[in-house]
T-cell receptor, first 111, second 115 residues
């Protein structure tokens, strides 16, 4: 199981772009990288998933370098409502190993 | 609204007691997952059931047990409760035996306070 390391917390201001990096040095060939968002007293919610290079959807972008030992979640123009904990998970797509969440990154967006 | 329903939303009970948490998965989902989230442990995977059968097991204590019924709802039974069992318990569901990250949906959780 690839261990992930993320910053414990980050602060940003409204309207700024936020980049959260996750390290996963032991990522396996078949592993995907998935990010979840969790608001207080709510369950995690899927944000984005990728295998390599760049993935973009309506809420975020995920950048994965060629060696795949890290990944960066990019949130464009954050708002106060983006204040949440963000989790990076690495595992085989569909594998039960992917179900273990680390400590995540507490993002606080300031006015 | 994720479509996953958990009851009760809040529960206060005494040490040594037993409680049952209930989860109704999204319509059509065959897998149910249980998680525990506490302040000091983060979000921990407990167990997964798929179509009535245990599929994967995580850090679930022997005092805890779960099952999935023919109608696919699931119950998590917590017995001989200790103060440290106080946590937010999440249920999640997905359509198949495994999920691809974007097909797992979480409920709003059940707050358990043991006093």
């Amino acid at each position: 199981l690839a261990k992930t390391t993320q910053p414990i917390s980050m602060d940003s201001y409204e309207g700024q772009e936020v980049n959260i990096t996750c390290s996963h040095n032991n990522i396996a060939t078949n592993d995907y990288i998935t990010w979840y968002q969790q608001f207080p007293s709510q369950g995690p919610r899927f944000i984005i998933q990728g295998y390599k290079t760049k993935v973009t959807n309506e809420v975020a972008s995920l950048f994965i370098p060629a060696d795949r030992k890290s990944s960066t979640l990019s949130l464009p123009r954050v708002s106060l409502s983006d204040t949440a904990v963000y989790y990076c998970l690495v595992g085989t797509r569909g594998s039960a190993r992917q179900l273990t969440f680390g400590s995540g990154t507490q993002l606080t967006v300031l006015p | 609204d994720s479509g996953v329903t958990q009851t009760p939303k809040h529960l206060i009970t005494a040490t040594g007691q037993r409680v049952t948490l209930r989860c109704s998965p999204r319509s059509g989902d065959l897998s149910v997952y249980w998680y525990q989230q506490s302040l000091d442990q983060g979000l921990q995977f407990l167990i997964q059931y798929y179509n009535g059968e245990e599929r994967a097991k995580g850090n679930i204590l022997e005092r805890f047990s779960a099952q999935q019924f023919p109608d696919l709802h699931s119950e998590l039974n917590l017995s001989s409760l200790e103060l440290g069992d106080s946590a937010l318990y999440f249920c999640a569901s997905s359509p198949g035996a495994d999920h691809s990250g974007n097909t797992i949906y979480f409920g709003e959780g059940s707050w358990l306070t043991v006093v």
